[in-house]
């Protein structure tokens, strides 16, 4: 009976030893690949497209013999729910990090759940989730950008265009600046912050304005470019400024002008914000009056420097956060005279 007890004993030290060294084969094999799941929410935004491009290339130095990367891409195509069951679809795939850009930055909480249950921290990027939601679990985090600084440079690209030297901005001379505005989704948090700051910032420099009218158009270029038709249709030439609070919008809104072949004489200046490469090449033709360059490669470098160190419990105290969870990248202005420095070298 004493040998039993002791053969029984020792089967269980084995089996004990046998599960010990499997899970340090399973910690070992997570810690030697990065599968990050990154879920966009529309692939139709430009800027979005040249980020994760970026994102793509960033991840891909890490890799060596030892260590390998893989990215999978999933577009939620507008919808909540569908991104939600691509994070389900993703962690079951075996993804050890999730970007996520999320299509409703206010209802997150299922992602989450889903990503806390499963151990896979989530860097949530471009579109930011609300404070109290980003502290609901210690493997959230976020690397995006300051939307008010976007705005402050937009309303202060304008303020120099209009007070430059032979500006030909107020084209019938009232002393006061007619725009419009062209706005992202409705209600989203960056397109009021954008607005908001670029109208304040040409009021707080002393810019008479008097707002005409606006224009939801959801990022989308072709969106924009019909919302100014409208505009255009009922205000005519009085439209003297357009801010819009992309690339794409500010694109859409010149294709408008474009459409109904006005003369250069008589088209507003045009703002965006993002910097994408369709976006300072019209900066460089100058269609666009300026842009504020949301810095992809600096965000896409964290994006990448954050999912390898989340995987390998490696290198977050290299990491510039601010209050643990969040990384941002300044902005900067843009104008015909820098574009050209903001263009990578393989897209001269």
């Avoid at 976020?142 to 202060?156: I, L, R, T």
């Avoid at 008097?210 to 100014?228: D, H, P, T, V």
Wanted: hydrophobic residues 40%.
């Amino acid at each position: 009976m004493k040998a039993k007890k002791i053969v029984a004993a020792g089967m269980v030290l084995c089996m004990s030893m046998l599960l010990l060294c499997a899970c340090g084969k399973q910690q070992t094999a997570a810690s030697d690949k990065v599968h990050a799941g990154v879920i966009y929410y529309n692939q139709s935004d430009t800027f979005l497209g040249e980020l994760i491009a970026c994102f793509k290339e960033e991840l891909h130095h890490f890799e060596s013999d030892d260590f390998k990367t893989t990215v999978t891409l999933r577009d939620a195509g507008g919808s909540q729910r569908t991104q939600n069951d691509q994070v389900k679809e993703l962690i079951d795939a075996g993804c050890n990090v999730l970007c996520v850009n999320l299509v409703d930055r206010a209802d997150p909480s299922e992602i989450i759940d889903l990503a806390r249950d499963s151990d896979v921290p989530i860097i949530f990027f471009n579109r930011e989730p609300v404070a109290e939601d980003l502290m609901q679990w210690d493997g959230l985090y976020y690397v995006g950008a300051d939307a008010k600084q976007s705005g402050v440079m937009q309303g202060e690209l304008a303020v120099d265009a209009i007070l430059a030297e032979n500006s030909q901005i107020d084209r019938n001379k009232d002393g006061k600046i007619q725009y419009v505005v062209l706005e992202g989704e409705p209600g989203h948090q960056d397109a009021i912050i954008r607005t908001e700051n670029a109208v304040e910032t040409l009021k707080n420099n002393g810019i008479e304005l008097e707002k005409l009218s606006y224009g939801i158009a959801n990022w989308n270029r072709a969106q924009a470019q019909n919302r100014m038709l409208l505009l255009i249709s009922q205000y005519q030439n009085k439209i003297e400024l357009v801010l819009a609070n992309n690339d794409d919008m500010a694109l859409g809104a010149i294709d408008a002008y474009k459409k109904l072949n006005y003369t250069e004489s008589a088209l507003p200046v045009f703002f965006g914000i993002d910097g994408t490469d369709v976006g300072l090449k019209a900066v460089l033709d100058s269609e666009m009056a300026g842009t504020v360059y949301n810095d992809k490669e600096g965000q896409a470098e964290a994006m990448a420097e954050l999912a390898v160190a989340l995987v390998t419990g490696e290198g977050m105290d290299k990491i510039n956060f601010e209050k643990d969870k969040y990384v941002y990248l300044p902005y900067s202005k843009v104008t015909v005279e820098n574009a050209g420095d903001y263009i990578r070298e393989e897209k001269k």
